[in-house]
């Protein structure tokens, strides 16, 4: 009996010891941030800040403060989400004006990117700065430096002192769309309220010939009722 019993006893051990084996190299193995992608060994694009790709899923590497890592990943899943994809090399200027309409140009002012800078005065140049370096498809993709600098630009703009998570967000929002609906429309009356924003015109209706093509009306139920607008941005409309 005694016998048997310790072969039982031996063998709950040898059983409990594999499972924890077992558990410990599962948990070792999760994947949840870029670091851990890069150690399981999946592919890493070279790409300005490198990306992971594990599932479907993305994972970009974090360089730099907490609230301008925050931004710069949300910055970049939600232009993923906007234009539909994920751009091989990042996002440079034009692409992110594509995915977040309320940017200006002068929001890139500074902003430095592969090959080179961003440089705003009354317009935005691309200045080469890797003089007699191959030029490459990746060359005007934003790097995290890069970004910060947007995210200062930003700030200032839209005068919101970015001190947490809660002001960068109210940034990124500053730069979405709104479309009007049906209900939008078709009113009749607006409330007597100044709350500015920058009413975009459909290119299908009007044309124009200078940026921006927009108008800014008071509030966004004045914008909706006119059928040439395609979309708002809050606050007033660039100069």
């Known amino acids: 009996m005694n016998k048997q019993f310790q072969i039982y006893a031996v063998t709950i051990f040898l059983g409990i010891v594999i499972l924890a084996i077992y558990f410990s190299g599962y948990v070792s193995e999760e994947i949840i941030d870029f670091e851990s992608c890069v150690e399981a060994g999946n592919p890493v694009m070279e790409s300005y800040p490198r990306q992971c790709r594990y599932n479907d899923i993305t994972y970009v590497e974090d360089i730099g403060s907490e609230l301008e890592i925050y931004f710069r990943n949300e910055l ?121 924003v920058c009413g975009w015109n459909d290119s299908e209706k009007i044309q124009c010939i200078k940026y921006p093509c927009a108008s800014t009306y008071s509030n966004g139920c004045e914008a909706c009722k006119n059928e040439g607008v395609k979309y708002l941005t809050p606050g007033e409309c660039p100069a």
């Not at 234009?83 to 309320?102: D, H, Q, R, T």
């Not at 060359?139 to 998570?165: C, F, H, P, Q």
């Not at 929002?173 to 709104?178: E, K, P, R, Y």
């Open 76 to 196: 970049y899943e939600q232009g993923v989400e906007n234009v539909g994809g994920m751009p091989i090399e990042g996002f440079n200027p034009e692409l992110y004006k594509s995915a977040f309409p309320g940017f200006v140009d002068s929001d890139f002012g500074g902003a430095k990117a592969i090959g080179g800078i961003w440089v705003f005065n009354q317009e935005l140049k691309w200045i080469e700065t890797n003089l007699g370096e191959p030029i490459t498809s990746a060359d005007g993709t934003l790097t995290n430096e890069g970004i910060d600098v947007v995210l200062k630009n930003l700030g200032e703009r839209l005068d919101i002192e970015v001190n947490s998570k809660v002001d960068v967000d109210n940034i990124i929002s500053g730069l979405s769309i709104h479309r009007c609906g049906d209900e939008e429309r078709l009113a009749e009356t607006c409330i007597t309220l100044y709350d500015p």
